[in-house]
Structure formats: C-alpha cells, structure tokens
Antibody, heavy 119, light 107 residues
Framework: EVQLVESGGGLVQPGRSLRLSCAAS????????MHWVRQAPGKGLEWVSG????????GYADSVKGRFTISRDNAKNSLYLQMNSLRAEDTALYYC????????????WGKGTTVTVSS | DIQMTQSPSSVSASVGDRVTITCRAS??????LAWYQQKPGKAPKLLIY???SLQSGVPSRFSGSGSGTDFTLTISSLQPEDFATYYC?????????FGQGTKVEIK
C-alpha cells in the first residue's frame, strides 16, 4: 500500500525549532518529487516547500523562505522539514504529499501532523 | 509569484445539479493545473491534473478544462458524496500556489 506518514509535530514556543519527518512506503521513493503543504485551522491549503527526486530543485513559499529547510534521504525513504524561528502564524496541520510522475499535481497525501506555535 | 483566484467562494447546489468552479491564474501556466477535493478532517484528494486529465479512480462526472490563465472544474451531476471544498493549484513554477477554495454545500 502506498503510504505517507508524518511525524514530529507538537506544541512549540515562538522562535523555537521543530523538525518534521515523513516516512514513505509502498512505492519507489526516489522516483518522485515531494512536497509539504499546510493548512491553518479553518483555512485553505498553503504550499510550503517542494523538492525534486534528487534534491536538485527546491522551492519555498515566501512565508517560510529563510526559516524552513526541506530535505530528503532516499536511502531511508524519508522527507524532512526543518522549521526554525517559528511564528504563531506557522500553526497548522502539515501534510506531506507526493508529486505525480509528471509533477502536475500531488497524488498521495499523508494524514498530517499538527504544529502549534504558542507561548 | 503566480496568484490563483477561484470563484465562487461557495456554491449551494442540489443532488443532480451541474456545478462549475472557475480558477484564474495571474499569469499563463499552460496546462499546469490540478484540482483537489477536500472533506472535513481529511487530506486533499487529487481529482484532475494537467488541467483536464482525470486521476485514476475519480468518477467521470468530474471534468476539467482550460489552459493559459482560465480553468474550469465541472461536476456534471452532483452526488451526495461530492459536498466538499475544492481547490485549484498551479504546478507551473515554484512557489506553487493554491486557490482559496470553493465550498460546495447542500441546497
């Protein structure tokens, strides 16, 4: 079964750091680009960051650029999001998502991990 | 950055109705557009990719059209399980961006 499982969320104080992980299974991980997408409570979807299969192409939303770092370990079938200098507005459910083979959409999603930034 | 604008923000419809949602990009994105359905408490589900290609397993009542800056998602005959929020997303270039969503509600 194709599956993505996020972990690493939690309650963190403003200014602190958190590292999210996404474990992939059921498919050849290094064949696919991957993304992080978040959703604040009661709000719409916001793309956070994406990474190509070989880490050669990486992008970030303006709202997180310079604070968040995406990475992947193809040997471990894992995707990561290092989040530094967290702000209250980073509070959201963070989804890991697989890009389609042609990168024209995101066809597999995890259930998400919740990040709450509060003092 | 490419801005995606969906309309309407919400629509009330009855079972069997034809529903159309539009999405406009702030600049041309060729056919680099995807549509998603999201139900409360669930992850989004890919419906359409490359503007008009139906994702495997998605019912044929869903269809997408458009290219350049103007796109449409159509549900030909609304079913009870289709009441949800729908999002468009441009996949043309980083940063990727989503529309603000369209909530399809029961009339």
């Amino acid at each position: 079964e194709v599956q993505l499982v996020e972990s690493g969320g939690g309650l963190v104080q403003p200014g602190r750091s958190l590292r999210l992980s996404c474990a992939a299974s059921g498919f050849t991980f290094d064949d696919y680009a991957m993304h992080w997408v978040r959703q604040a409570p009661g709000k719409g979807l916001e793309w956070v960051s994406g990474i190509s299969w070989n880490s050669g192409s990486i992008g970030y939303a303006d709202s997180v650029k310079g604070r968040f770092t995406i990475s992947r370990d193809n040997a471990k079938n894992s995707l990561y999001l290092q989040m530094n200098s967290l702000r209250a507005e980073d509070t959201a459910l963070y989804y890991c998502a697989r890009a389609t083979v042609t990168t024209e959409g995101m066809d597999v999603w995890g259930k998400g991990t919740t990040v709450t930034v509060s003092s | 950055d490419i801005q995606m604008t969906q309309s309407p923000s919400s629509v009330s419809a009855s079972v069997g109705d034809r529903v159309t949602i539009t999405c406009r990009a702030s600049q041309g994105i060729s056919s680099w557009l995807a549509w998603y359905q999201q139900k409360p408490g669930k992850a989004p589900k890919l419906l359409i990719y490359a503007a008009s290609s139906l994702q495997s397993g998605v019912p044929s009542r869903f269809s997408g059209s458009g290219s350049g800056t103007d796109f449409t998602l159509t549900i030909s005959s609304l079913q009870p399980e289709d009441f949800a929020t729908y999002y468009c997303q441009q996949a043309n270039s980083f940063p990727l961006t989503f529309g603000q969503g369209t909530k399809v509600e029961i009339k």
